[in-house]
């Protein structure tokens, strides 16, 4: 699974000019601490590797920064063209952008994280219960399948049980639940 998750990050690095894979190899070798306790076998590297996302992150950044690029001077802030820094001052303009992203994305995963759920309905639960709380003696709730421009498509509607008169429909769908969840969508909204 680990490597599944690293065949892009692979792929962007195997894109990189020879120059650039030593950029991401410098940064992915100074984005975790080394642990002098590691494990000792000769195949293993001696630092804990970041999360894929964050090697893409870097690979992106370092082929996003080419020679034509303006970028703000380490030391003095002003534009200046990215071929015109020492090597010393465009990996220091490299690691800076890579970090302003990786925070960037670390804070959108957080976000994703603390937001609430997205409300998830029984769409039969929601027949049942709508029927019950919100139709009146003389509605009902239909839910039917109808061809629809030659394809079989459910409906959802709410009919008045006197006159035959629609009050309220949803789109046609293509499954039973998707009728129901676009009426009670409608009906929310």
């Known amino acids: 699974m680990q490597a599944r998750s690293f065949r892009a990050a692979a792929r962007l690095v195997t894109e990189l000019e020879p120059e650039q894979q030593r950029v991401v190899a410098r940064l992915v070798e100074g984005a975790a601490p080394r642990d002098p306790q590691g494990p000792e076998a000769e195949?293993?590297?001696?630092w804990e590797a970041p999360p894929a996302?964050?090697?893409?992150?870097?690979a992106s950044v370092v082929k996003k920064l080419g020679a034509d690029s303006t970028v703000h001077h380490p030391d003095s802030g002003d534009e200046v063209p990215f071929d015109s820094l020492s090597p010393g001052e465009r990996f220091e303009v490299i690691r800076t952008h890579v970090d302003q992203?990786?925070?960037a994305y670390r804070e959108k995963q957080e976000a994703k994280a603390s937001a609430?759920?997205?409300?998830?309905?029984?769409?039969?639960?929601w027949c049942l219960n709508h029927?019950?709380?919100?139709?009146?003696?003389?509605?009902?709730l239909e839910i039917v399948v109808e061809p629809v421009g030659g394809a079989p498509r459910a409906v959802a509607?709410?009919?008045?049980?006197?006159?035959?008169?629609?009050?309220a429909e949803g789109p046609a769908a293509v499954t039973l639940k998707?009728?129901?969840?676009s009426l009670a969508a409608q009906l929310r909204g």
Do not use: C, F, H, Y
């Open 157 to 167: 509607r709410i009919v008045d049980s006197s006159t035959g008169e629609v009050l």
């Open 116 to 125: 609430p759920p997205p409300e998830n309905i029984n769409w039969a639960d």
């Open 101 to 103: 992203k990786t925070q």
């Open 178 to 181: 998707k009728a129901v969840l």
């Open 53 to 58: 996302a964050e090697v893409r992150i870097m």
């Open 131 to 140: 029927t019950g709380q919100s139709l009146g003696p003389a509605q009902r």
């Open 43 to 46: 195949d293993s590297v001696p």
